[in-house]
């Protein structure tokens, strides 16, 4: 995942793992971690989501050199797409460790990020959309009735509601700065699909107080089995794409309440995937931060 990259201008950066990694060792969490290499994610994985035209179109544009552009915001180098189908293994060997109890929960530091990724596109930095095609492996494989996911990244998860429209056996939360990209999901009526777009300048208290008035409400109506974050950490008030006024707190907040949800229908059982996140020292304490309360700390 850290050979991937689309150029030195891209915030989506190898850069963002090696500072995800310099948190965890400094605040000494590194040693306290299970670490396991993702596999590969196989055809059919990707197919539970994507159209098989979307596959084809990334695997025959994958460079032998160089660059490709796939849009104006989306590029592959020889390295990316084992990289997308790392990243997307990673949440499947999640999925299985956390249903298995070998582990409590998992965070998945993966690139390029997933939520984006539409059935049919490549969108937002994105190639594959690696939540989904978790949360699709888990109804698949491990025969789950209910699972929950919750994008709390700046940006609308566009692509995981793409995908799950009309999947009433999953839940979408997401919160976001609305206007702001992919400039959708303040109007989607839906059941099972909960968007909850805030203003620019949306600070922790806000944040905290429409999460418990939309997010929490739902999930506990559900019921979820597995609860799936799609953890973006651009609402940071230091991150220079966006303009939400989240600090690591806000993060810490996020994932205890959610925890707690959890605990009650779950088992406790929560896979974390890694999605947006561009000022590099926000980033790494915002990862250590949600690291520290999956850990129980």
């Not at 084809?56 to 990316?80: C, K, Q, W, Y």
């Not at 996911?149 to 009433?168: K, Y």
């Not at 609402?235 to 690591?248: F, K, S």
């Not at 707190?249 to 605990?263: G, K």
Request: glycine share 8%; proline share 5%; hydrophobic share 45%.
């Amino acid at each position: 995942c850290s050979k991937h990259e689309m150029g030195a201008w891209h915030p989506e950066s190898p850069a963002r793992l090696a500072a995800i990694d310099e948190a965890l060792r400094s605040e000494g969490l590194e040693q306290v971690l299970l670490h396991l290499e993702a596999p590969l994610a196989g055809r059919a994985d990707l197919l539970r989501v994507h159209d098989i035209h979307h596959v084809g179109f990334i695997e025959r544009n994958a460079p032998e050199h160089g660059h490709v552009e796939l849009d104006p915001d989306t590029a592959m180098n020889p390295d990316s797409l084992v990289a997308a189908l790392r990243a997307a293994g990673a949440g499947i060997l999640a999925v299985d460790k956390v249903m298995a109890g070998a582990v409590d929960n998992a965070f998945c530091a993966v690139r390029p990020p997933g939520h984006h990724a539409k059935r049919d596109r490549v969108m937002g930095f994105c190639l594959f959309n690696n939540i989904a095609i978790a949360a699709a492996y888990a109804f698949e494989v491990h025969g789950l009735a209910r699972i929950a996911i919750v994008d709390f990244d700046v940006h609308h998860g566009n692509g995981t509601e793409d995908i799950f429209r009309d999947e009433p056996r999953l839940l979408l939360c997401s919160t976001f700065q609305h206007p702001l990209f992919p400039y959708c999901g303040a109007d989607t009526v839906s059941d099972h699909i909960v968007n909850v777009p805030l203003p620019a300048g949306t600070d922790g208290a806000a944040y905290r107080a429409v999460f418990e008035a939309r997010v929490l409400p739902a999930l506990e109506r559900f019921q979820p089995e597995l609860i799936l974050f799609s953890a973006g950490f651009d609402a940071h008030r230091d991150d220079p794409l966006a303009g939400l006024n989240l600090l690591e707190d806000d993060f810490t907040w996020i994932t205890a309440q959610v925890m707690d949800v959890a605990q009650r229908h779950a088992q406790g059982r929560i896979v974390s995937i890694l999605e947006g996140g561009y000022n590099l020292q926000a980033l790494g304490r915002s990862v250590a931060a949600h690291i520290r309360v999956l850990l129980g700390q």
